[in-house]
């Protein structure tokens, strides 16, 4: 069974790599149960390389490491336009780190700013630490944008700790709230709602760089 150190604080992220690796022989640990209280300074200008550093970071403190780094874009704001949320995602527009519920106040001002409704996608970057080696993966940015979704102003009532904007985000077809779908899926292994394609390829690539095996 190996043990692996997931490096982040947000419950959501550690949920989701437990989620994807549960039919693998690992057992998880997190930066609270080794008393880790120092972060590293991101410094990347993509999703991928913020999760290199981190997973560099933290392989000071563990032999397997997992991390990840998302960025946040509106296809109606230009990539230099201060608005666009980027990889600043909790600190916008140079703003002090904000909290899940001030987070929600915010994107819902500036979506209603933009006309109530965006167009809007992740870059999500992965990084894995194992015996002394980097390994890191980030989806196509084209791949990606076909999976956006809308974020609106007005805000589900359900909230998904640690995916604050899951409360503004709603399905291009179904028109329905990630949280409201996560929330009705809570007992099922895996509550984020991801497309099949790319989590089988995050698992492969999750599995290979970690030596994982089957349980």
Same mark, same amino acid.
Do not use: C, H
């Given at each position: 069974m190996k043990k692996i150190l997931i490096g982040t604080t947000n419950p959501s992220k550690i *949920?989701?790599?437990? *989620? $994807?690796?549960?039919?693998?022989?690992?057992e998880f640990c997190t930066l609270k149960d080794l008393n880790i209280t120092k972060e590293p300074e991101e410094r990347g200008h993509t999703p991928r390389e913020n999760a290199v550093l981190k997973a560099r970071f933290?392989?000071?403190?563990?032999?397997?490491v997992i991390c990840n780094d %998302?960025?946040?874009y509106f296809d109606e704001l230009a990539p230099g336009d201060p608005r666009q949320p980027g990889l600043n995602i909790r600190t916008p527009n140079g703003l002090p780190r904000l909290d899940d519920e001030e987070m929600i106040n915010y994107y819902s001002e500036l979506i209603h700013s933009l006309g109530g409704k965006v167009l809007a996608y992740y870059l999500d970057g992965i990084a894995v630490y194992h015996k002394g080696k980097i390994y890191s993966y980030m989806e196509n940015t084209s791949?990606?944008?076909?999976? =956006?979704?809308?974020?609106?102003? /007005?805000? %589900?009532?359900? /909230? *998904?700790?640690?995916?604050? $904007?899951?409360? $503004?985000?709603?399905?291009?077809?179904?028109l329905t709230y990630f949280v409201d779908e996560e929330n009705e899926n809570s007992d099922e292994d895996d509550t984020?709602?991801?497309?099949?394609?790319?989590?089988? /390829? #995050?698992?492969?690539? #999750? =599995?290979?760089? #970690?030596? #994982? %095996?089957?349980?």
């Open positions: *949920q989701r790599f437990i *989620q $994807l690796l549960s039919g693998y022989a690992a933290y392989g000071q403190y563990f032999d397997s %998302s960025g946040l791949i990606t944008r076909e999976n =956006a979704f809308y974020m609106i102003d /007005r805000p %589900s009532p359900g /909230r *998904q700790p640690g995916w604050p $904007l899951d409360s $503004l985000s709603i399905y291009r077809d179904s984020e709602i991801i497309p099949e394609d790319y989590k089988k /390829r #995050l698992v492969d690539f #999750l =599995a290979e760089s #970690l030596s #994982l %095996s089957l349980s």
